[in-house]
């Protein structure tokens, strides 16, 4: 029983993994901006499209 003790003892102060945790959590924020980013934009380079879509479309 002490031996699981020891174990789980030195599990809990091991930090070897924190860094990798750290930076994929960062890269999931910048990925979950960037999606936001591109939601809201898409619309208005939409928008752009069918407004020279349509600027054709009359003009001939």
């Known amino acids: 029983m002490k031996n699981i003790k020891n174990v ?5 102060q091991d930090e070897s993994g924190q860094d990798l945790i750290e ?3 960062v890269a999931g924020l910048i990925g979950l901006g960037a999606v936001v980013a591109m939601t809201g934009l898409s619309g208005k380079i939409g928008n752009a499209f069918n407004t020279i879509g349509n600027s054709l479309t009359s003009a001939v």
């Open 8 to 12: 789980l003892d030195a599990f809990m």
């Open 23 to 25: 930076y994929a959590l």
